[in-house]
């Protein structure tokens, strides 16, 4: 028992007075911060709205928070949207529900209820999590209120790596303000396919998650028959110690939020965690966004290619590619017959 | 160290018994007090001793009983010495025991010496100090230096790859290290005609690795430390030195030498040697601490005191010695680093007083040691690299360089090259061009409306597991995570093997939060309805235990071993094919297109082999559905290379004016039909 307290503390470079009785105390009592990121992706809900809606996901979450800070009384929550669309103003983008920049309530919440003065939970609950839930709750209901109810939007994108920012952002801050005594991961709730996320932030948030030891757990809710597409999700849990499940009882949702997503990270080294994927290390070319097997490799910056760009210049970092490798890359293979001209381009370097 | 001595008495006569170290062989004498009397002195050449016998220390009786031999057929004499402090007998006991356990060590140094000096010499280095001895000796060291020589250039030739390429002595020796390697040059070499020269192609790194690790000099290492002198059970010191460590001995501890110059004439060459071991110089130049508490020997231990620098230039009379020690103290010291200089000038009270090497005053021994082996270091650095001499210029420049306050100096600051990241690449794709188009509008609108009334009641947290549907899938989901979580600690068993040495029982854990959290959930639950018992938890913790895969366990039990390596050899096997088989497909050379062909036939028939695998266990539909999962990749993998070089070899053979042409080519092969057929496939 020692020796695995020891190798926790270890692993996560927190000093505490060795010693077992204090180091598995200081485990046990030590609190953790939770960032939830919920996708509502009005498409894929819409899509999805046979199996589970926004509704049942929101009972579910709210047990889920419950459950977070009734562990640990110093405990932290906090609860982003990946929103779609952007007005290019306020409305859209990635937000922060909890702890809300509009609820100016004091934490002994005089102005529970929403703003009809209606009690979106029961008001019976226990009061900490009531005042999580409601204004969980109250934010993201205002936040539906702006979604535009017609389909023809110019910028409807995938904002994953935007709310991944900012609660990397936040959990910095709390990093901060608690001398890094706080432990801290991210839960995905995911419902948008990957490949449209922009590939050099997404990459970005891993690494800096990866430094900053936050496990990055993904929910992914999809059809039965969905072909999961979740390579950078994928990716990030397998870089930082996460979870990755695929949901596939989407009525089971609590199940999974209280046995396989309530692993605190202290605990990852110990567990045995419930990932039920394969991690697929594939990537994406930078500028066709398809995944590739196999494909070219800028040498100055690392971006991936499917194809040699015709101005033969990094479309990244605009480094000047060789003309000489350039040439030599494009050598079509010679097969069979001899005096051949063919056109075809050819593969290097496999980028797995 | 002192002589011992004692008082003892012999036939009820009081006398003075004294061990002569300085002898060869030591003498033990006894000499009557009593002038008087006229007693024989007694003299034993402690060489002679065969036995010794004492009284035990309970007894009241102190007598010490030597047992000695004149020769190997005479008989044995014993001489009786009485003791009345028993202190005074223990004493001599123990030296002369000593004595006894080097004579016996020095014999079999001695003898081992001359096995290993061969019918050459006895003496290590011929015998050092005589001129010819020198000759020797420089000859061996132009010697070693021309074999460096050599080595290098012998080095730089064994890594060029061309050479290594064809140093089939080196790849037979790698081979033969490395099983795997083996097994994928046998199947894919031997077996199935991969040119060895394709193999060893790509992994020259690997040659090239194996011939530089089998090819390092051994520098010089301190080597006395690895002289251990063992004390066997029966008092003896077992040593044992190689002539070639005796040769880095005087090397690297010119003292050692001296001494050995100095008395190897009067003692013996075992002697010596034994002597040496049970030595305080061994000691303090092995870098021992504690090197004054042992009894030392009284030849050698004289040498302590000497110049451990002492070298050949100086003639080793012991008044010279004497003038070298002056000469050493008088010796000029950089004020700048002089400590004793400090003392003058303390700026700060204990300045130096924590660090007890910058003390002047306090445990010599100590610092006496800890410059024996800053003077070590010293020697053999410049015994390894003998290069050129130092100008005066350089000389200068390096005292300068060793004065200077190096971390006072300003940081150099790191130079970064900047990228200018194309910011337009890092945006997301629009995801209505995606997915947008197959949506029905109205629904669409209908369902966000629908969706901006979800909070407008109070959400109840209990429908959340109420109805019969979520009861039912709650109870899937836990089955699906148990299952998950098995599935990982197969796959990571030695990770799951560390955790349960360690006494934790991890499922038990992961078990124990999961229903901890369950029950927590319950209580938001009981909350908020009144309802208990809501949610099934898993409904045993299932224990994973690697050897039994049995029960209930959708996860099929290990390969049997044989089936496992024959699916790693193909594996391996046609890995090496894929390997080359790219390598040549990518390199667009016209002089490819023969050992391409080849390598596309043995992928095809590296396919054939993964089928016929596969087709050996169709009776075991679980087993089959297990390997065809393992190979899977492999099996893309194959399937990607084939279609890629057929879709080439289609195209190239369209492209040409006259494509019977081709075929005619193709048809000199004796694989055309299985082309053909290939086309077909292609082309449906
Ligand atoms: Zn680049």
């Known amino acids: 028992m020692d020796e695995i307290a020891d190798r926790v503390f270890q692993a996560d470079d927190v000093s505490i007075a060795a010693g077992s009785s204090s180091t598995l105390q200081a485990f046990d009592e030590s609190p953790s911060s939770l960032s939830l990121i919920i996708d509502i992706n009005p498409l894929q809900w819409f899509r999805l709205k046979d199996q589970i809606d926004l509704k049942d996901l929101s009972r579910s979450i709210c047990i889920y928070l419950n459950c977070h800070l009734s562990l640990n009384s110093s405990n932290k929550v906090n609860v982003l949207v990946a929103n779609n669309f952007s007005d290019g103003e306020e409305n859209g983008g990635s937000k922060i529900l909890f702890p809300s920049i509009h609820t100016k309530t004091d934490e002994h919440g005089s102005s529970f209820g929403n703003s009809q003065g209606k009690n979106l939970v029961n008001p019976n609950m226990y009061r900490q999590f009531r005042f999580v839930d409601e204004i969980f709750l109250e934010e993201l209901h205002s936040i539906l209120q702006k979604e535009p109810t017609e389909l023809n939007i110019k910028n409807f994108k995938n904002t994953l790596s935007g709310a991944l920012s900012i609660s990397l952002s936040y959990i910095n801050k709390l990093n901060l303000s608690n001398d890094g005594l706080l432990k801290s991961r991210i839960l995905i709730i995911s419902v948008t396919d990957d490949d449209s996320l922009p590939y050099i932030s997404t990459m970005n948030c891993i690494f800096a998650a990866q430094k900053m030891k936050v496990p990055i757990d993904v929910l992914k809710l999809d059809k039965k028959d969905g072909v999961n597409n979740s390579i950078f999700l994928q990716q990030a849990t397998d870089a930082t110690n996460g979870i990755f499940q695929k949901i596939t009882h989407p009525k089971g949702l609590v199940q999974y939020l209280s046995t396989s997503f309530l692993i605190d990270s202290n605990l990852r080294s110990i567990l045995i965690l419930p990932t039920n994927f394969k991690i697929d290390f594939r990537s994406s070319c930078f500028l066709t966004k398809k995944i590739i097997d196999i494909g070219y490799v800028c040498s100055v910056c690392l971006c991936i290619l499917s194809l040699i760009p015709k101005n033969h210049r990094c479309p990244v970092c605009d480094s000047k590619f060789d003309d000489k490798v350039i040439e030599k890359l494009l050598k079509k293979p010679v097969v069979g017959v001899s005096n051949t001209n063919g056109k075809k381009k050819r593969k290097i370097n496999s980028v797995m | ?684």
């Open chain 2, 1 to 684: 160290m002192a002589t011992v001595f004692g008082a003892a008495l012999v036939k009820d006569k009081s006398g003075m018994l004294t061990i002569h170290e300085e002898y060869s062989p030591p003498k033990l004498v006894w000499k009557s007090i009593d002038s008087s009397i006229n007693v024989p002195i007694i003299e034993i050449p402690l060489d002679r001793i065969t036995n010794l016998q004492a009284t035990k220390p309970s007894s009241a009786k102190m007598m010490l009983n030597v047992i000695t031999k004149e020769n190997e057929t005479a008989a044995p004499k014993k001489n009786v010495f009485a003791f009345t402090h028993r202190p005074t007998m223990d004493n001599i006991k123990g030296a002369l025991q000593q004595i006894v356990a080097r004579k016996k060590t020095s014999i079999q140094a001695a003898q081992q010496s001359i096995s290993e000096g061969g019918s050459n010499t006895a003496t290590p280095s011929g015998a050092p100090g005589t001129p010819q001895a020198q000759l020797q000796q420089q000859q061996a060291q132009q010697q070693q230096q021309q074999q460096i020589v050599v080595d290098d250039e012998f080095l730089s030739n064994l890594l060029d790859s061309k050479r290594l390429l064809k140093n089939h002595a080196l790849q037979q020796k790698v081979l033969i290290e490395n099983k795997q390697l083996m097994s994928t040059f046998q199947e894919a070499v031997m077996n199935n005609g991969l040119d060895p020269t394709e193999f060893w192609n790509t992994r020259i790194h690997l040659l090239r690795s194996y011939a530089i690790q089998h090819n390092q000099r051994k520098g010089p290492y301190n080597v006395l430390s690895t002289i251990k002198p063992v004390a066997s059970s029966d008092n003896q010191v077992d040593v044992s030195v190689t002539r070639e460590k005796i040769h880095a001995i005087f090397e690297q501890y010119p003292i050692v030498r001296k001494a050995y110059d100095d008395n190897v004439p009067k003692l013996s060459e075992g002697d010596f040697w034994s002597r040496f071991f049970s030595s305080k110089l061994f000691r303090k130049l092995r870098g021992e601490k504690n090197y004054n508490k042992v009894r030392g020997d009284i030849i050698l231990d004289k040498y302590l005191y000497y110049d451990p620098d002492f070298t050949d230039d100086i003639q080793g009379d012991e008044d010279e010695i004497g003038k070298n020690k002056k000469q050493k103290t008088n010796e000029h010291i950089d004020k700048f680093i002089d400590v004793f200089a400090n003392e003058e000038d303390v700026s700060a009270k204990y300045g130096n007083a924590p660090d007890m090497t910058m003390r002047y005053d306090k445990d010599q021994d100590m610092v006496s040691i800890l410059r024996d082996m800053n003077r070590l270091s010293k020697n053999m650095l410049s015994n390894a690299t003998k290069d050129k001499d130092e100008t005066l210029e350089e000389e200068e420049h390096e005292k300068e360089d060793q004065l200077a306050f190096s971390d006072l100096e300003e940081k150099e600051t790191t130079e970064y090259n900047e990228l200018k990241v194309n910011s337009n690449l890092n945006i997301a794709a629009n995801l209505l061009e995606k997915n947008g188009a197959k949506i029905d509008k109205l629904q669409y609108s209908k369902f966000i409306s629908n969706m901006k009334s979800y909070f407008d009641e109070e959400l109840d947290l209990a429908e959340t597991y109420e109805s019969e549907e979520s009861k039912k899938q709650i109870l899937e989901a836990s089955k699906e995570i148990s299952a998950a979580v098995k599935l990982n600690s197969k796959q990571s068993r030695q990770s799951w093997q560390i955790s349960k040495l360690q006494g934790l029982d991890s499922m038990q854990m992961l078990s124990s939060s999961a229903s901890s959290a369950s029950s927590s959930t319950n209580i938001t639950a009981a909350n908020n309805s009144g309802n208990n018992g809501a949610f099934p938890t898993p409904n045993s913790p299932p224990i994973p235990n690697a050897s039994s895969g049995s029960q209930q366990d959708e996860i099929i039990p290990d390969f049997p071993v044989p089936l496992l390596e024959n699916l790693r050899l193909t594996h391996s096997t046609s890995i090496e094919f894929l390997r080359h088989f790219w390598l040549h497909f990518s390199s667009g050379s016209k002089h490819q297109v023969g050992t391409l062909q080849k390598l596309y036939n043995s992928l095809q028939k590296s396919h054939q082999r993964v089928d016929a695998i596969l087709k050996q266990i169709e009776d075991n539909p679980k087993l089959c559905m297990k390997a065809k999962e393992v190979m899977g990749p492999l099996i893309n993998s194959l399937d990607k290379a084939i279609q890629k070089y057929e879709a080439e070899l289609y195209k190239q053979a369209n492209n040409d004016n006259t494509p019977n042409n081709g075929l005619t080519h193709k048809s000199e092969n004796n694989n055309s039909s299985s082309l053909n057929t290939s086309f077909v496939k292609t082309t449906t």
